[in-house]
């Protein structure tokens, strides 16, 4: 993922793509190009990079954004300059901006492709003006803060013919290609039986955890100056500014963030998905520590289960989170991690940690499978050439992101604390094509919510 | 462990029991004689009651006085006047001590059974010092707060041939006794998974209120009415802060044994009797974590402890799972929709069948769907009944005392299921490593750091 900023050289045709594009979007009727026709992807000249907006530019979107910076960078939101500010000062050309929808009017001719790396609760509104003016889309996971919000994304992005790609990252790697290649290989056999965890929430990352299990803070501190609380509060309902949100800490509460599910649940449960080229699960359950209305819980276990497939028999998942773990197999021999964020198959001819065999004498013996997956250039090339009119990226929302996003996010509904009496009583049955809970219909409340006043999808 | 019940012997009026008893005790050749000896027919006589003393006598241990009332209450022991209030006021002519140890001293002729209801990690020296007097010991749940306390508890009790009984009242209950047959019964067929879990940490009794925190910095003053010193007994020195005592000990490592030590001993009896499962060979723990110096000081806000327990005789290898913290097992097929799983309980996954119960020694056991429990025809009735059940569990004690037979969760069982609970307790601070046990040697064999969890040591002063 290294830097590859040449320097910029004059264009070459005088419609410019970010025109051309500009126009497809304003014209309904006009059928979208698609984007080959402006240049074959493999000898992209520099003219032909894409220009590039980021909506919610400081932590993650900084890092992606650096990701994309082959291509021109040239407008940056945040609802927080002091945040952005390391990215602002890295791309000094590109205009700055507060309100994404302002920028994006401003923009709209100027721009062909938008990263979207704001908290949660702001990707689907943010994704979706994008789609809606023929943007690409890079939107980092979990693709949206609820399911209904996951599924009308994924459709509007198939509608409008963008380039997208959620941004777990790990679709692209090696590992997760070994991991699907060895199961259809049948290294294990059918698999009945999945488990996947994560120490989140209690460990994040660079060592910083979020709180969850927590009440709502009493006091009200001012809001910092260099911060626009209301656009960072976005279609979420109205509370005072607190530093218990705001940076980072937001992916524990639930008005905010979706959890140690939705944070990781996009990154481990996404190559499951595609070994066992997984669907919607028929139901889910879950059990968790003490949890309230206002964050998501210390711990939890999420049950799924999948029916039959073709070629694949059906499957149970467990999702466990907070520190809790699947028993430990005896096959894993002493002293090798079990790990923090673990995969772990079980089939009925062998079993899989992560993309290898254990019994670590099995995997030698059983040594690679044959390659049948295409490799990847990179998670963000992926997009890039996407979005030049190369085939979808591996993460892109209408053919997977989407469906995995629902699915996940599905889990956290299982956590809602108003239904945890019920839940204790029954499955939640799951029509996914109808997207609604079969067995429980107050469940369905919790699929999507009510937008603040002046925010719609 | 059964004695043939001698009958017709009749009592010698010139030696009290008391004074008989109190003999024995203070002459370590002198064989303990049996109490039903001592005579034992027809409806008891005044004279022929028990004098007991209490150590710890708020809270649980109130209770279990009050159980045993209708014996003589002698003397009562308790670290805190005040929270021992209730009590004291109950029992007027009963004589009043801070110190159990000045206690047996004093009292030492006078008392025949004490009944030890401190925090988990005084358990052990005081229900060690009343067996070395012969005294017959009833001890709170969990039996001690360290796997070699319980050990050495359980092999002094034979020796001294005293009669003991654990709190774990449902082990005398109808419902545990229905479990034992119906497994006997094969009615679910060979049980190789269980799975029990409680709501504790968080379930609601103002005592299971668990902290989850650092040690406190501020050292208020410790209240009139107790001896701090003493209520630490042998546990390491620490300032006194209310967040321990008198209620909130159970969540402190050094004090209480967490949830699964609480519950553990009520939620595990059951399938640990059913399925005569004895010691572990395997243990391993997953807890949520939390910042070092909480963790080290907390137990965690919930936890899942997998044990494996060998084959024994005809019966299989089983899988016992814990979970606490709400954490729960996924919902069992047989379970119909609808049906709660509940906040405590224990399922017993057998080929033919499932069981379901609650805490407390089997509540509510019944054989899942329902349906199916409908169409069991039940085995006769195999075992005898505690007279009472879970409510009869001190008089059962009382009734070990005169009559020499065990109670019904003697430390000869007790003792085995709590070294069991207390290995998860173990597993937890060790977590994510799989534990290998040597029961019969006290030794976790792939893992040093273990021993000092396993036998942790006194402060100065106190010993076993």
């Not at chain 1, 970010?18 to 074959?40: C, K, N, S, W």
């Not at chain 1, 994304?153 to 790990?170: F, I, L, S």
């Not at chain 1, 669907?279 to 949890?291: D, K, L, N, Q």
């Not at chain 2, 009833?138 to 654990?166: G, N």
Request: with cysteine; net charge positive; aromatic share 8%.
């Amino acid at each position: 993922m290294r830097d590859d900023n040449k320097p910029n050289e004059t264009k070459r045709s005088k419609l410019s793509r970010r025109d051309f594009m500009g126009a497809a979007a304003a014209a309904a009727a006009f059928t979208v190009v698609p984007r080959h026709v402006l240049g074959g992807p493999r000898n992209a000249a520099p003219s032909e990079k894409l220009n590039i907006a980021g909506i919610g530019v400081g932590g993650q979107g900084g890092g992606d954004i650096r990701a994309v910076s082959s291509e021109n960078i040239v407008a940056l939101c945040d609802v927080d300059w002091r945040h952005a500010s390391g990215t602002f000062k890295r791309y000094p050309n590109a205009r700055q901006y507060r309100d994404f929808r302002r920028m994006l009017d401003k923009e709209d001719k100027n721009i062909d492709a938008v990263v979207v790396a704001t908290p949660d609760h702001v990707h689907a509104v943010a994704s979706m003006a994008a789609i809606k003016r023929g943007k690409h889309v890079y939107c980092e996971k979990p693709l949206t803060h609820s399911v209904y919000e996951a599924r009308k994304v994924a459709e509007a992005a198939r509608e409008h013919k963008v380039a997208t790609q959620m941004g777990n990252q790990g679709q692209a790697s090696e590992e997760t290609r070994l991991m699907c290649e060895a199961i259809w290989d049948g290294a294990i056999g059918q698999v009945h039986e999945v488990h996947v965890w994560t120490d989140r929430p209690m460990r994040g990352i660079n060592g910083l955890y979020w709180p969850q299990g927590v009440g709502r803070p009493e006091d009200r501190p001012p809001v910092p100056e260099t911060l626009d609380w209301d656009l960072w509060l976005g279609p979420a309902p109205y509370r005072p500014y607190h530093s218990a949100y705001v940076p980072f800490k937001w992916r524990g509460w639930w008005d905010f963030g979706t959890g140690a599910l939705g944070d990781i649940g996009c990154h481990r449960i996404d190559p499951v998905f595609r070994a066992l080229k997984l669907g919607h699960p028929t139901t889910v359950e879950a059990c968790c520590t003490i949890v309230n209305d206002e964050t998501y819980p210390v711990a939890s276990r999420v049950t799924y289960e999948f029916p039959a497939r073709p070629g694949f028999d059906p499957v149970t998942l467990h999702w466990y989170d907070g520190g809790m773990k699947p028993p430990r197999p005896k096959e894993l021999k002493e002293g090798r991690s079990w790990g923090t964020n673990g995969i772990f198959f079980v089939g009925d001819k062998g079993m899989m940690l992560e993309e290898r065999l254990i019994p670590e004498s099995r995997q030698k013996e059983y040594g690679k499978p044959p390659q049948k997956l295409e490799r990847s250039p990179g998670h963000h090339k992926e997009w890039i050439l996407a979005c030049k009119g190369d085939k979808p990226a591996g993460s892109n929302f209408p053919d997977h992101a989407g469906l995995l996003a629902q699915v996940v996010l599905l889990g956290n509904l299982a956590l809602r604390p108003a239904l945890k009496e019920k839940i204790t009583r029954v499955k939640l049955h799951w029509d996914g094509d109808a997207m609604k809970v079969t067995n429980l219909p107050e469940a369905n409340q919790y699929l999507r919510r009510e937008y603040r006043q002046g925010w719609t999808l | 462990m059964r004695k043939k019940k001698e009958q017709g012997k009749t009592r010698d009026d010139r030696v009290s029991r008391r004074d008989f008893m109190s003999a024995a005790g203070a002459a370590a050749a002198l064989t303990f004689v049996p109490s039903h000896v001592l005579g034992r027919s027809g409806a008891r006589a005044a004279n022929e009651k028990l004098n007991i003393a209490a150590i710890g006598s708020g809270g649980m241990g109130g209770a279990n006085i009050k159980n045993c009332a209708t014996e003589n209450i002698v003397a009562l022991c308790d670290v805190d006047d005040r929270h021992a209030a209730g009590t004291f006021e109950k029992f007027p002519s009963a004589k009043k001590y801070k110190d159990f140890r000045v206690m047996l001293d004093k009292e030492d002729k006078n008392i025949d059974a004490v009944i030890v209801a401190t925090p988990d990690h005084t358990h052990g020296v005081a229900a060690m010092a009343c067996i070395k007097r012969r005294k017959h010991v009833f001890c709170q749940k969990p039996l001690a707060h360290s796997i070699y306390e319980v050990r050495m508890l359980t092999e002094a009790a034979r020796k001294y041939k005293v009669q003991t009984q654990m709190g774990n009242q449902g082990h005398s209950s109808n419902e545990i006794r229905l479990l034992y047959e119906w497994i006997q019964d094969g009615a679910i067929g060979p049980v190789r998974e269980v799975h029990s879990w409680s709501d504790r940490p968080v379930g609601g009794d103002p005592w299971s209120d668990f902290p989850i925190m650092a040690r406190p910095k501020e050292t208020p003053a410790v209240p009139e009415t107790l001896d701090w010193d003493l209520w630490l007994g042998p546990a390491p020195y620490r300032p006194y802060h209310p967040i321990y005592c008198p209620t909130t000990w159970r969540g402190w490592w050094d004090f209480g044994t967490g949830a699964l030590g609480d519950m553990g001993c009520h939620i595990i009896d059951p399938p640990f009797w059913a399925l005569k499962l004895g010691a572990p060979t395997r243990v391993e723990a997953s807890t949520t974590h939390y910042k070092p110096e909480v963790a080290s000081e907390t137990y965690p806000r919930a936890s899942v402890v997998r044990y494996e327990f060998p084959a024994r005789g005809q019966m299989p290898p089983v899988k016992l799972t814990w979970y606490d913290g709400r954490l729960l097992p996924p919902r069992p097929k047989d379970l119909e929709p609808g049906r709660k799983l509940g906040t405590n309980g224990t399922l017993l996954i057998g080929e033919k069948g499932t069981i379901i119960h609650g805490s407390h020694g089997a509540g509510g056991v019944r054989i899942i769907p329902e349906k199916k429990m409908r169409a069991y025809d039940r085995p006769p009735q195999t075992l005898p009944r505690v007279k009472g059940g879970s409510g009869g569990h001190e008089q059962d004690w009382v009734r070990a005392c005169k009559d020499g037979k065990p109670a019904s969760s003697s430390f000869d069982y007790g003792g085995p299921l709590t070294e069991t609970v207390l290995l998860g307790v173990l597993a937890m601070r060790l977590k994510n490593i799989p534990l290998e046990w040597d029961s019969e040697n006290l030794k976790v064999t792939n893992c040093d750091e273990a021993a000092k969890y396993v036998k942790p040591e006194f402060r100065e002063g106190w010993t076993l």
